[in-house]
Structure formats: structure tokens, C-alpha cells
């Protein structure tokens, strides 16, 4: 019998301390949240770690648009990708709700990257020694690989 008067104690102020923290926990945040730029990239990384083969630090994570992908390939000496066209050549058209560009991240490692250490790179016979990665995070994909 003491036993189970014991308990109850014990379960009102656990439930006390649940109450008082349920709202700190909800509360606005100074640190890293889900939707940093950084976080909203997470699915991406174990694929980015695996292009380089484990090698390097990471040293950049964030999100990016089409443009600045286009710039930084056109930077690098790569033309960047030319939009889907239909079938009878022109440009595909827009469709309202499924957009061209998917959610990508740019993911940058620094190390040491000889020519063929890392496949798909663009251009190929470049080696460098940073591997800035463009991948689609929805379903983790590469876009494009770049060294420098």
C-alpha cells in the first residue's frame, strides 16, 4: 500500500514539469531551426558524403536557386544545363504548381580531388580542390557536380 501512495507524488510533479516546459518547447528558438537552410539540405548529405567518397571537410550547406547554380557553372567554365524541350523542339512550357526547378542544395567539400576521384564531375578532366555539389533534395538526386 505504500508502495502505490508513493506514485502519485511523483506523477503530479512530473506532469507539473511537463506542463511548465510544453510552451518553452513551442516558443520561438535562437538556434538552429527546421527550416534553416541547413536542415531543409539534411537529406542530402549522406548522398554528397558518398560522391566524395567519405573524403574532405565539409565546409558549406545551403539552398539554391536555379540561377545561381547557372552562374556558378558558367564561373567554373561549364555551360550549365539547358531547360527540358518538347517534343517538336521548343521549350517546354510552365505549368501552374509544378515547377522547373526542384528544391536543390549546394553542398561544397574542400580536399583534395584528382582528376577521376570523382565520377560525373563537370568539366571532366578538371581536378580541384573543392567538389561543389548540386543535388535535388525531394528525391535525393544529383543535379550537377562541379570541382574547382
Given at each position: 500500500m505504500t508502495a502505490?501512495?508513493?506514485w502519485r507524488p511523483a506523477a503530479v510533479a512530473g506532469l507539473l514539469i511537463a506542463c511548465t516546459l510544453a510552451p518553452a518547447c513551442s516558443g520561438p528558438r535562437s538556434?538552429?531551426?527546421?527550416?534553416?537552410?541547413?536542415?531543409?539540405?539534411?537529406?542530402?548529405?549522406?548522398?554528397?558524403?558518398?560522391?566524395?567518397?567519405?573524403?574532405?571537410?565539409?565546409?558549406?550547406v545551403r539552398r539554391i536557386s536555379r540561377s545561381?547554380?547557372?552562374?556558378?557553372?558558367?564561373?567554373?567554365?561549364?555551360?550549365?544545363?539547358?531547360?527540358?524541350?518538347?517534343?517538336?523542339?521548343?521549350?517546354?512550357?510552365?505549368?501552374?504548381?509544378?515547377?522547373g526547378w526542384p528544391h536543390a542544395c549546394l553542398v561544397v567539400y574542400r580536399g583534395d580531388y584528382p582528376l577521376?576521384?570523382?565520377?560525373?564531375?563537370?568539366?571532366p578532366a578538371v581536378a580541384g580542390r573543392y567538389a561543389l555539389i548540386v543535388l535535388r533534395v525531394r528525391h535525393p538526386s544529383v543535379e550537377r557536380i562541379l570541382t574547382r
Amino acid at each position: 500500500m505504500t508502495a502505490l501512495r508513493g506514485w502519485r507524488p511523483a506523477a503530479v510533479a512530473g506532469l507539473l514539469i511537463a506542463c511548465t516546459l510544453a510552451p518553452a518547447c513551442s516558443g520561438p528558438r535562437s538556434g538552429a531551426s527546421v527550416s534553416t537552410e541547413v536542415s531543409g539540405c539534411a537529406a542530402v548529405l549522406p548522398l554528397a558524403r558518398r560522391i566524395v567518397h567519405d573524403e574532405g571537410t565539409l565546409t558549406e550547406v545551403r539552398r539554391i536557386s536555379r540561377s545561381d547554380a547557372d552562374a556558378l557553372s558558367r564561373q567554373l567554365g561549364v555551360n550549365p544545363l539547358a531547360p527540358p524541350r518538347s517534343r517538336i523542339g521548343l521549350p517546354t512550357p510552365h505549368r501552374p504548381g509544378r515547377p522547373g526547378w526542384p528544391h536543390a542544395c549546394l553542398v561544397v567539400y574542400r580536399g583534395d580531388y584528382p582528376l577521376g576521384t570523382i565520377a560525373g564531375t563537370s568539366p571532366p578532366a578538371v581536378a580541384g580542390r573543392y567538389a561543389l555539389i548540386v543535388l535535388r533534395v525531394r528525391h535525393p538526386s544529383v543535379e550537377r557536380i562541379l570541382t574547382r
